[in-house]
């Protein structure tokens, strides 16, 4: 009897064509052949086609009958397995064509690693296992496929490369004070039969040098431009640089890149105008990278705004008594400090009794004579500023003016004496209408 072996072959599992083959010619030539005999059988057995039939003669034919139905049911069997076994190879060949099919069988020697990030100076592990081993040995090999370690065995001379841990199962092997030439692709090779490898990508971090801020001309005229810049180099991928002006972060120009060999280094700017509120302010520079994992390298500069004083005078009393000694200072906040002031007065020359020293003007002896309006005008060689003051003198034996303090304290005092009275009067009232009414109702 046939097998689908015999008319169907799949020729391999993982893309192997699939094929059913043609129906032979000597399969038809047999069929014809049997149907032939099995008619002239049953001419023979009914007599020529003469009279009628034996029993014996029923019984053959009935017999041949029954195997020539068997024969054509398994015919039909055999063509309906084939069928089933086309499809199916059919069905992987697509499979398979598509990559969809995924053959789930665990290879237990197949070594199995994982992707490192290092920075530059840092250290790395590799670590490489397996879940069976056959007495094999595993080993590491470089990005130039030279062997770093064969089992517990070193086979490069390189100190910074050391042995963690070495079992049948796993070999883990360290990488200390990488540097930039170490990235690339190491590879794990265990040497059953056949050689089975897996690889590590080792990506190393270019650590990005401190940050350096140029172009601070010295101390900037009030409304100015300050224009800085910043770089920082050593860095893979390229940093990214931002710009404060203490707490607060500060627009810049976008960062310009620029690749030096197998590192970056970044530039950015800044450009605005300064007021006096800028004084003394510090810009600093910050540089943000994946390699510093505690905090940002930065660069501070402290700048400094000149702008021309601000000024007010400032009296040595707010009530100049006639035949007292005064005097008027003439204040003024600048960067830096003001050194020149002139006084003068408005209604002419100052009071023969009166002396400038520097900020201040001294009255000797004030009198009515000299009230009048005072100017004052300060300069610190970026600019000049000025104020003016009205001087009323009073007279010698004038009253202090009423504390309008003391007023309100009285007025408050006076206020809640009223109010008591005004309580008790009211209580009073209330127990009278009391008893009145006790005593009515009696």
Not at 219 to 246: D, Q, Y
């Amino acid at each position: 009897m046939p097998t689908p072996a015999d008319d169907v072959h799949c020729l391999g599992l993982f893309g192997a064509p699939c094929r059913s083959p043609p129906r032979r010619c000597d399969e038809s030539r047999s069929l014809s052949r049997g149907r032939r005999l099995r008619a002239e059988s049953l001419f023979k057995v009914r007599g020529g086609g003469g009279g009628g039939v034996s029993p014996r003669g029923e019984a053959a034919v009935g017999a041949k009958t029954r195997g020539g139905r068997a024969r054509d049911a398994e015919r039909r069997a055999m063509a309906a397995l084939r069928w089933a076994a086309l499809a199916y190879c059919s069905s992987l060949a697509v499979l398979l064509a598509s990559g969809n099919f995924v053959l789930d069988v665990e290879d237990q020697f197949q070594p199995v690693t994982s992707d490192e990030t290092v920075a530059v100076g840092g250290t790395v592990t590799l670590t490489c296992r397996v879940q069976d081993n056959d007495n094999s040995s595993l080993q590491w090999s470089n990005t130039a496929q030279q062997t770093l370690y064969f089992g517990e065995k070193r086979a490069l001379r390189d100190h910074r490369i050391q042995l963690v841990q070495s079992t049948p199962t796993e070999l883990s092997i360290s990488i200390a004070n990488v540097n930039l030439s170490d990235e690339g692709e190491y590879t794990c090779s265990i040497f059953t039969m056949p050689v089975r490898t897996a690889k590590a990508t080792v990506t190393v971090l270019g650590v990005p040098q401190r940050p350096v801020i140029k172009g601070y001309p010295g101390p900037i005229v009030e409304g100015g431009t300050l224009e800085l810049s910043c770089h920082s180099s050593g860095s893979k991928p390229p940093a990214r640089l931002r710009w404060f002006k203490g707490a607060e972060q500060i627009p810049g120009r976008p960062d310009v890149v620029d690749p030096e060999g197998k590192t970056f280094t970044v530039m950015s700017s800044i450009n605005y105008t300064v007021s006096r509120e800028d004084n003394d302010a510090i810009i600093s520079c910050s540089v943000g990278h994946e390699s510093l994992q505690t905090s940002d390298k930065s660069m501070e500069q402290r700048i400094q705004v000149l702008y021309k004083p601000s000024v007010r005078i400032q009296p040595e009393s707010d009530l100049p008594r006639e035949g007292e000694k005064f005097f008027l200072q003439c204040v003024g906040l600048g960067n830096p400090e003001p050194s020149v002031f002139k006084w003068e007065r408005k209604e002419g020359e100052l009071p023969l009794l009166s002396k400038q020293d520097g900020s201040y003007l001294y009255f000797e002896l004030l009198n009515k004579s000299d009230n009048g309006l005072y100017h004052c005008e300060a300069d610190n060689g970026i600019g000049k500023g000025e104020a003016e003051y009205q001087l009323s003198v009073l007279d010698a034996d004038a009253e202090d003016p009423p504390d309008p303090t003391a007023m309100s304290t009285s007025s408050g005092i006076d206020h809640a004496v009223i109010g008591g009275v005004v309580a008790v009067i009211v209580f009073i009232l209330l127990c009278l209408l009391i008893v009145l009414g006790r005593y009515l109702i009696r």
